[in-house]
């Protein structure tokens, strides 16, 4: 079936959440003495990669996961410091042209505090581009996604089975799957490879990337 909706995760598919994880690391006056001098390539030192995530996050690092994670979201300065990938404005705006109902899918600490970030992050698009932040629980892999993405069905009379959520976490790919969706997974530098159990999700590399498989996606 044709995918006529698409719900796009931010950090780490739109905006560069790993932009801001570095500047963070390497400015913030309570670490930049232990990481200041690190290389971009470093980042996973630093952050582990831990399998259910597929990418960085401040909470897989082995002893100061909960304090980096609390600290990064209680600074303005850094947690927003995360640019649009290349190409972001000008594809949804094609997408858009073309008929696409498009959401953004955003778990958060501070569901206000976010909301008004991405509100101004993607200005250019939200005369179309419905934003959605939700609340996380105190573990990122909780059923936030997957009980926004049911609300959302609800809310505005969408079809599971024509609704397509990019997102670059792993365990995302499973709030997909569970409500009927089709998962795609985004990919950067950094992030790991899906389990076997998933190796049938599309991959790809960027937003571009994204549209091509998604114009072949519904020729088919």
């Known amino acids: ?7 796009w995760d931010v950090d780490g598919v739109l905006a560069n959440l790993n932009y801001a994880y ?4 390497t400015k913030h006056p309570k670490y930049a003495s232990t990481y200041g001098n690190i290389t971009w390539e470093q980042l996973p030192e630093v952050l582990p990669i831990v399998p259910k995530y597929g990418a960085l996050e401040l909470k897989t690092h082995p ?3 909960t304090e980096l994670d609390y600290d990064f979201c209680h600074s303005p300065e850094f947690f927003t410091n995360r640019p649009l990938y290349p190409n972001v404005i000008e594809t949804l705006k094609e ?3 073309k008929g696409y109902r498009q959401f953004t899918m955003s778990a958060t600490f501070d569901v206000e505090t976010k909301t008004k970030f991405l509100k101004k992050l993607l200005a250019p698009v939200t005369d179309f ?3 959605k932040c939700v609340q996380h629980g105190k573990f990122m892999h909780d ?3 997957e009980d926004m993405l049911k609300s959302c069905f609800e809310e505005y009379g969408l079809k599971a089975e024509e609704t397509c959520l990019v997102d670059d976490r792993i365990y995302n790919q499973y709030a997909a799957i569970n409500v009927g ?18 190796n049938w999700i599309p991959e790809v590399k960027d937003i571009i990337d994204f549209k091509t498989w998604l114009y072949q996606h519904n020729e088919k």
Request: glycine share 2%; charged share 20%.
């Open 1 to 7: 079936m044709a995918i006529k909706n698409i719900f």
């Open 22 to 25: 570095y500047n963070f690391l």
């Open 63 to 65: 002893t100061l996961g």
């Open 95 to 97: 997408l858009h042209e």
């Open 129 to 131: 581009l419905t934003i």
């Open 143 to 145: 059923t936030a996604k």
């Open 181 to 198: 969706a089709n998962p795609v997974r985004m990919r950067c530098e950094f992030t790991t490879d899906l389990p076997e159990e998933l």
